[in-house]
């Protein structure tokens, strides 16, 4: 049977979003419009995989739910809603955890980089976090996953997921009339203007929602002030701007300032070194600042504008439930015959 190709895709309300979201999903996640029916989920209970305080995540979600909009997802044409309000995500997450493998789970760098030393002390939902993203995208059977690359492995396991439920379920599968496989292999999207944007205060560790300093990023809420005290104050490097890309290899830091440079300003770059090479980071930084400044603006504005009418961005996401539980559901009806589950 061909499947139809869909884009899934989701993003935590853990906090701030930031330049990394914005880059490396978000941009994407526009784009794809265009080409693709497009799910694109407030992923609540991800979030909850660490600590979330229960008067701030209301709002956390609605966040999400407005830069989505704000940046040009069309909640119409698509569909835009936060996860706990269809069921099947986690119903469809319980059957993978029943078969992904232990040995699968303890290789996810995600875990040990979220959970630190304490590991005892991470909650079991921190670890099995990749097979409710697989039930994620596997639970609409979308085809395409628009990700930054830190989000690669736990696809590749999304994969495995979806293939050794096909293999082992195979017999059952042909029985219910639904051919040699009942999951897609979901593909990474990968590559995009930026899929792995740094923190500001050290180039080797990832821009993060979570990074306990406010410094390490640039929010998709902050005013020019604090865009411009931020980029002045990122950590740098005491040589000059390079004329060759590949001298960028050895310095993560001004990698990462000019890789955002090229992302705005959509050239590459070697491109941003022609223009740079040479110049001080005083001088590049500023630049910089401007461009950051002129890109994030109207997106900030808009986003204020929609969370003043939280209603409205309420009955966005109720719709948006409503027409992925539909999908959802019938997923999920298969599932259970599939399994062997008696259903009424
Ligand atoms: P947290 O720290 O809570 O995990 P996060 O910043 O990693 O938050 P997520 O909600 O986990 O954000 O990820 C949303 C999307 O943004 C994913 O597709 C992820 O790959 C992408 N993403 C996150 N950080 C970056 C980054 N620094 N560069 C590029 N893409 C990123
Ligand atoms: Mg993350």
Same mark, same amino acid.
């Given at each position: 049977m061909a499947l139809k190709q869909l884009v899934f895709s989701g993003v935590q309300p853990t906090g701030n979003l930031h330049l990394g979201n914005y880059l490396g999903a978000i941009v994407k996640f526009v784009e794809l419009q265009k080409s693709h029916d497009c799910i694109y989920c407030v992923v609540d209970l991800h979030a909850i %995989?660490?600590?979330?305080?229960?008067?701030?995540?209301?709002?956390?979600?609605?966040?999400?739910?407005?830069?989505?909009?704000?940046?040009?997802?069309?909640?119409?044409?698509?569909?835009?809603?936060?996860?706990?309000?269809?069921?099947?995500?986690?119903?469809?997450?319980?059957?993978?955890?029943?078969?992904?493998?232990?040995?699968?789970?303890?290789?996810?760098?995600?875990f040990k980089e979220k959970a630190g030393k304490d590991r005892e002390n991470a909650s079991v939902g921190l670890f099995a976090y990749p097979t409710l993203m697989a039930a994620d995208i596997l639970v609409y059977r979308a085809t395409h996953v628009p990700v930054g690359e830190d989000q690669k492995q736990h696809l590749e396991l999304s994969r495995d997921i979806a293939q050794k439920f096909n293999n082992d379920f195979g017999d059952s599968?042909?029985?219910?009339?639904?051919?040699?496989?009942?999951?897609?292999?979901?593909e990474p999207l990968i590559q995009g203007p930026a899929p792995r944007?740094?923190?500001?205060?050290?180039?080797?560790?990832?821009?993060?929602?979570?990074?306990?300093?406010?410094?390490?990023?640039?929010?998709?809420?902050d005013d020019a002030d604090t865009i411009a005290h931020k980029i002045r104050r990122a950590? %740098?490097?005491?040589?000059?701007?390079?004329?060759?890309?590949k001298e960028l290899a050895q310095r993560p830091e001004a990698d990462n300032l000019a890789g955002i440079y090229a992302a705005l300003a959509r050239i590459g770059k070697?491109?941003?070194l022609k223009q740079f090479g040479g110049a001080q980071f005083s001088t590049f930084k500023d630049a910089l600042v401007e461009l950051l400044v002129a890109r994030l603006a109207p997106l900030n504005a808009e986003m204020r504008r929609l969370k003043d009418d939280p209603a409205h961005i309420d009955s966005v996401l109720a719709d948006g439930a409503a027409r992925a539980q539909k999908i959802a559901g019938?997923?999920?009806?298969?599932?259970?015959?599939?399994?062997?589950?008696v259903r009424r």
């Open positions: %995989t660490v600590w979330q305080d229960p008067v701030e995540l209301p709002h956390a979600i609605r966040e999400v739910t407005a830069a989505f909009i704000a940046a040009g997802i069309d909640p119409k044409r698509h569909i835009v809603f936060n996860q706990s309000q269809v069921a099947e995500h986690a119903e469809l997450a319980w059957v993978f955890n029943c078969v992904a493998r232990m040995g699968w789970l303890n290789r996810m760098t995600q599968i042909r029985t219910h009339g639904f051919g040699d496989a009942f999951f897609p292999q979901p944007v740094m923190s500001l205060r050290d180039g080797t560790k990832k821009m993060s929602k979570s990074d306990p300093s406010d410094q390490s990023r640039i929010n998709l809420t950590k %740098t490097d005491p040589h000059p701007l390079p004329h060759e890309e070697a491109d941003v019938e997923t999920m009806k298969a599932v259970k015959d599939i399994v062997g589950f």
